[in-house]
């Protein structure tokens, strides 16, 4: 008898990298808890949380679950704050029981034996998102990768029994099962760091946000080989017919390796401008009283510094042909006739002085006016008296661009 059997080999590699968190001089840890992790094969967990072994899958007659503990949720088809992690499938295993039927032999009579079948039921490990959270201007949000695990899975040990009968003697044969052990990679995290500003003014520092990864893990491809028992006969020319019980096959499954890439906010001068950084943005928010005169559209030689200093920043940090703005506005007193036409001054003004004294590209620069329209204060108090230190901050000209 003949048997030919395949087995695709498994070259496994492993590569597991880990993130060290750090800030720059002076940057700020804050202790942000990790988001709660997307069920996994197995079990669910925080992203830097440790997660039970998973239960056993045993190939048998009936076998095991081959899913995992009930999911808290639905399997998520979209990352709203990261990246989709997909679903990682293997199919089931099936093979049938093989019947070796009752015989007579030399007067004895050989009871009928079931050898029994394997069912590994279909495994399913579900989608799982990363998550970068949400932070506000100047901080970097917690970033995290959930757990993941993939359960053990055995292919049963199988005896053909032995005969000793009738003048026919023939020895057990067995295979020996095989189990592959449970896999885990844990999750990974790293938390919200923000930008520190010193308070008499100077450097604020970079902050970076780490690189995080969650290496690959993969369960080996499994095989229980065939076993047969040959035919016999007795000298009265009874016989047994062979006996085999094909192999069984479990493929290997590997879950890829998951990261996040790490991030940086980059450091900048403090001066007498607002700074609002994004990921993507940065605008200088420039009082006008500090640019101008009263009522007046005449860049003030006092503001040389600071302008300086602000076309230095965005020079730096403009993404490349980004467009720059400047927004002029007004506080709420006087007419809107008369406020519209003066913030439009003032911003072409700042544009001017940018483009001749501060080196940036005239053609990228855009001016435009609100008047009052845009307050960030109130012009009046509560009451209905006037506010003058919300008017001031209503005076003032914006410098944006895309990083």
Known sequence: MSRTLLVTPLLVMVLAACGVGATGGGGEERQTPAATGTVTGTATGTAAGRTPASPTLTGGTTGSPGASASPTGPEPSHCPNGELIPAVDSPAV???????????????????????????PALHIPAQCTEIAPAPGGCLGAASIPPVSIPAVEIPPVEIPGVNAGGIKLDPVRAEGRRAEAKHAEGVSTPEVCQVKPKNGGIVPFVIRPFIIRPFIIRPFLIRSS???????????????????????????EVPGVEIPGAELKGYEVGKSEVLEGEDSIAFSIKADVLFDFDSATVKPGAAAELRRVAREIGKKAGAGARIDVDGHTDGKGEDAHNQPLSERRARAVVEWLADEGGLERSRLKARGYGESKPIAPNTKADGSDNPAGRAKNRRVVVSTAT
């Open 227 to 253: 076993i047969s028992r040959p035919s016999a006969c007795n000298e009265q020319n009874e016989c047994l017919p062979a006996v085999e019980v094909p192999a069984v096959e479990v493929p290997g499954i």
């Open 94 to 120: 099936h093979a049938d029981p093989v019947v070796i039927p009752e015989a007579k032999v030399g007067g004895t009579t050989i009871p009928a034996v079931t050898i029994p079948g394997v069912d590994i």
